[in-house]
């Protein structure tokens, strides 16, 4: 069976940390783009970071550059983002998403995904 899956997401307080996961079955996660995005209520969906097939090249988001931090595990077919430094403006339901090649400057827009997990919620709150 084909799926992606979130996980890793909770409560936190300001300025704490969480790591998302997001691991695949039955397709090798390593041979494809992968990006997280995250969508807060009532707003729309917002591309966060993605690591990129070809080249392995990493981006961010201007609002978490220098505070999350994407990576792939091979080994285990996943891929992760290190959330630091959390603000309540980070709380939404993250979602990972897959593609095949693609150019850098479109990694943002959600139709050039094939593939969505079903997101976990990360909520930033004292």
């Known amino acids: 069976q084909v799926q992606l899956v979130e996980s890793g997401g909770g409560l936190v307080q300001p300025g704490g940390s969480l790591r998302l996961s997001c691991a695949a079955s039955?397709?090798?996660?390593?041979?494809?783009?992968v990006a997280w995005f995250r969508r807060a209520p009532g707003k729309e969906r917002e591309g966060v970071s993605c690591?990129?097939?070809?080249?392995?090249?990493?981006h961010y988001a201007d609002s978490v550059k220098g505070r999350f931090s994407i990576s792939r595990d091979t080994a285990r077919n996943a891929v992760y983002l290190q959330m630091n430094s959390l603000k309540p403006e980070d709380t939404a339901v993250y979602y990972c998403?897959?593609?095949?090649?693609?150019?850098?400057?479109?990694?943002?827009?959600?139709?050039?995904?094939?593939?969505w997990g079903q997101g976990t919620q990360v909520t930033v709150s004292s």
């Open positions: 690591i990129m097939v070809t080249d392995g090249s990493t």
């Open positions: 039955g397709f090798t996660l390593a041979y494809y783009t």
């Open positions: 998403a897959t593609a095949g090649d693609m150019d850098p400057p479109y990694w943002t827009s959600p139709p050039e995904y094939d593939f």
